[in-house]
């Protein structure tokens, strides 16, 4: 199967697993796991911030960071479509206890007026505090978009103007400093605090970091500890997750260039289903609504060529590219995708008969 469903279906390589067969071993709750303290020191140095912590998920490192910033009160503006608020289960409100109001969004990037205006920097008798602003770079639901450094700054910069931190959920933040053409720490300059993971396309089996002052990082680890994410021997993943910062991160570029040549294949096919000037990193948005079958018709029929796509949406299908993804791979979807087309109901020749 050529599958396109996700990034985190990558397999770790040779080097990490003898990297996590001969990891030094401790108890990360109790005296340290030295493989984790080194991925944490290796994480801090790359995100130019003072500490870093391993934690299980993307999912938990943005739990923490929420809960850690907040102590559980106020209100987070963060842009509408945000993986915090469509794909994390409500943990925002259910276990951090935080309100959210949501900021019209451009490719990812909040409108920065409407950011200033929803700023409540102090409790009022009829309006919650804001507590916290959150980004995401690339963003996930914006189809892998990469924030501008512009745009970072003056996000960061209305925080700061009113004491307020700002988070940032970097699952991919190495795709998008890969785009940008810079190191990573360029970017998590413009923010408190960010979470990687390692899991991604950087082809870790397990992990993600949260990174910020150490501080910040010190109120992090108990707020980990109540959530279940206290792991023990944890350097047989934080092992895989150094080869990950290590060795894969320049070899991004290399599934940004098949998200490309997937989405310049589908423009030729028809306009309609993708821009490819859209396309940043290694996330390809299509648009199946003129083809008159709803994404999971086409998931369905995409998966008897031998090609998992997942739909995101009912007219929208996501595809993925990452390690296990040749340019090979991407002309056999294409034209798996082409045969499929000419059968749709919403093209002319079927219409036809
Ligand atoms: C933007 C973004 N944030 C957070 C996550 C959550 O990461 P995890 O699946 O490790 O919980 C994802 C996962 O795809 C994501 O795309």
Redesign the pocket.
Known sequence: MIDLR???ITQPNEAMLDAMYEARLGDDSRDGDPTVRKLEALAADRTGKDAAMFV???????LVALMAHTGRGGEVLLEEG???LK??MGGIAQVAGLFHRTIRGRRGAMDLGMLGEAINAALKPNKLATALIEM?T????AGGTVLTLDHMAAVHALGREHGIPVHT????LFNAAVALGVPAERIARHTDSV?F?V??GLSAPV??LLCGTAEFIGRARAFRRMLGGNLRQAGMLAAAGIVALQTMVDRLAEDHRTARQLAEGLFKLSPGLIDPKTVETNIVRVDTSGSGWSAEDWSKALAAYGVRVAPGGPAQLRFVTHRHISSADIETTLAAFRELWRKAPGQPASRAG
């Open positions: 996700s990034d985190t299980p998920s993307g999912t938990m490192g943005n945000a993986h915090i794909h994390e995401e690339t963003h996930n639901n959920d970097g699952a991919r979470t993971c899991s991604k992990g993600s």
